[in-house]
């Protein structure tokens, strides 16, 4: 592992009119390290992920992929940086199969001197990957041809999160991947997401689940109110100091 | 691969994973055939309702007929293709009929101008095409909050341009090339079979294969299945909706070409409730109003229903009153179903859910 971190916050500051989202906010992650991001409802992390994602600009600070500066204008750049968020909605299409899930947005077609809308699919290969994905991530689905509408919570999670192992070269962002999920499908969604690590991806895991942060993350954040109010490890003896740390207790 | 295009079989939708209770799994079973069963519906009822009439009617079934159901339903199943791509993408386009009339007083006009048929024909979709762009960049860069009222807009100005252009009288006289296309018959083949036909098999195998095989129909369904997730996605959302509108406004030229053709004229009367018949049709053939579910077919079969309907009634009489009626109870049952459709794929997930 390098001394540069895969994705370096420095001073975040984002301003939603009169409200200071995000203040002076600095964090890092690097290769195969799960770093979560704790906070109560409205302390920033979501704003923070959007930050990163491309969906929102920053006021002022800078991001930094394995040391190379980027302005975050769109989600496509930050898709382009190798950073993919799944966020708590998924952004899943019921109407569409698995492989078509994967590759919305990103279809394998050709010839490549045509605009991209007009190009044609290359279905087999696509459905080719898929299958090689859904191994590699050993994710267990009903069946790649049925519609994503027609599967369970805990596969759709699995899918939204293999969509962005498969496309994320650096960074993976989790917004709550285990808030909807039931005991078992939480154990597979967990599962993925330290396969991701070992991959040597960078994860950002936002979780309230206490259980969840300390047996998945490396290093915890806490955000409060825009600010970055302390990092720990998380072990079982600092639990309730994150817990103080997270609703602000020490105050 | 698959998405909405295919069915799968009862047996495919129920198969459930080995483990679980076996009243859910059975119930699961239960639930997947009656998925299966209403998305086969429409061309089953078209089947029904084609093996009835023909009992009924002794004229219904006969060459000459079919060829009318056919020329009737003709302009119906192009406008309503394009109207499918348009609900695809949770919209709608009520100009379409409009448009219809537009293009052909356009069309008729131009004709008498330069004597070409290509010109017409050109100077038709071109002018649907316009229409189509109004309403999608009127939509989307107008930020209205549904294209209902953009599209309701230019119901009424197509119209109205096609009654000033015209000065409110047909304009008789289409090039020979149109009048083929949209009102001879392939006598190689049949001499009952309208040319019409083939043009709405021309039109059918394109939009087929620019949903199935484009990267540009993938995003329609993407699009329709979730507008957010697709542009957090990358998909250009805003140019594939505006790409829809304008598909449907140049279907609404072709389908000119039929009528104009059929009755050797450009009328400002021309597709007068046409939009509703197009709906309607996408609607009855099984693919969902609330977007991202279904296909050309359903477009085909809903039209050629609606074109069944009217003729069978005719044949036997029914007065055009009753003719309205059955026709809305049958959107309504339409809608219903998709619906119900949608309920029971929700029931569905629970079920497998709970059985795995």
């Not at chain 1, 290093?219 to 602000?248: D, F, K, Q, Y």
């Not at chain 2, 909405?4 to 079973?29: C, D, F, H, K, Y």
């Amino acid at each position: 592992m390098t001394d540069t971190p895969t994705l370096a916050i420095t001073g975040a500051t984002k301003r939603f009119g009169a409200v200071l989202a995000l203040d002076d906010v600095s964090l890092h992650v690097r290769a195969g390290e799960i770093l979560a991001l704790l906070g109560d409802n409205g302390a920033g992390k979501s704003t923070l992920i959007k930050c990163i994602s491309g969906v929102h600009r920053l006021d002022a600070g800078t991001i930094e992929v394995d040391g190379e500066p980027l302005t975050m204008t769109s989600p496509a750049v930050a898709r382009d940086a190798g950073i993919e968020t799944v966020y708590q909605d998924l952004a899943l299409f019921d109407n569409l199969d698995t492989t078509a899930n994967f590759f919305v947005g990103r279809e394998e077609a050709v010839p490549r001197w045509l605009p991209r809308g007009l190009r044609w699919m290359k279905q087999k290969q696509m459905t080719a990957h898929s299958t090689d994905l859904v191994g590699r991530l050993k994710i267990n689905l009903p069946q790649r041809s049925a519609q994503v509408g027609m599967m369970s919570g805990g596969q759709r999670q699995a899918i939204a999160v293999a969509r962005s192992a498969a496309f994320a070269s650096r960074v993976v962002i989790l917004d709550e991947p285990t808030a909807a999920l039931g005991l078992r499908e939480s154990r597979q969604v967990l599962d993925l997401i330290l396969r991701l690590r070992d991959e040597g991806c960078a994860v950002i895991v936002i979780s309230h689940a206490m259980d969840h942060v300390m047996e998945l993350a490396d290093r915890a954040v806490v955000m409060r109110r825009g600010r970055v109010v302390g990092e720990e490890v998380p072990t079982p003896a600092n639990r309730a100091r994150l817990v103080s740390l997270i609703v602000g207790g020490d105050d | 691969m698959s998405d909405s295009r295919t069915i799968p079989g009862p047996a495919e939708l129920a198969q459930s994973p080995a483990v679980g209770t076996a009243s859910e799994a059975a119930r699961a079973r239960l639930v997947g055939t009656m998925l299966w069963l209403l998305r086969l519906g429409p061309f089953l009822i078209l089947v029904i309702m084609i093996a009835v009439l023909a009992g009924l009617s002794p004229v219904f079934f006969t060459p000459g007929n079919l060829g009318n159901v056919l020329t009737q339903s003709a302009a119906i199943a192009i406008l309503a293709m394009g109207q499918l791509l348009v609900i695809l993408t949770r919209g709608i386009d009520l100009s379409v009929g409009s448009t219809l009339a537009l293009a052909a007083v356009v069309g008729a006009l131009v004709y008498a101008e330069t004597d070409s048929g290509f010109t017409t024909i050109l100077a038709m979709v071109f002018t649907g095409a316009l229409v189509g762009a109004v309403n999608g960049f009127g939509y989307v860069y107008g930020r209205l909050p549904h294209p209902f009222i953009v599209t309701l807009a230019t119901l009424s100005i197509a119209r109205g341009l096609a009654l000033g252009l015209s000065g409110g009288q047909p304009v008789s006289g289409m090039p020979e090339v149109v009048t083929t296309i949209g009102g001879g018959s392939a006598a190689w083949l049949a001499s009952w079979f309208p040319n019409a036909a083939f043009l709405v098999a021309g039109v059918a195998i394109l939009v087929t294969l620019m949903l199935r095989n484009l990267v540009w129909g993938r995003w329609i369904y993407a699009v329709g299945g979730s507008p957010e997730g697709a542009r957090r996605l990358g998909v250009p959302r805003n140019g594939v909706i505006v790409s829809v509108y304008i598909m449907s406004g140049l279907l609404a030229g072709v389908a000119a070409i039929v009528t104009a053709g059929r009755l050797n004229a450009g009328s400002p009367t021309f597709g007068q409730l046409a939009e509703l018949d197009a709906i309607a049709a996408v609607v009855i053939g099984g693919a969902s109003f609330l977007g991202g579910r279904g296909n050309v077919g359903n477009a085909l079969i809903g039209a050629l229903m609606i074109g069944v309907i009217r003729n069978g009634m005719n044949l036997l009489n029914v007065e055009g009153f009753l003719q309205l009626i059955v026709i809305g109870v049958v959107i309504v049952i339409a809608v219903e179903s998709d619906v119900i459709r949608t309920r029971l794929e929700a029931r569905f997930r629970v079920l497998k859910a709970a059985s795995a």
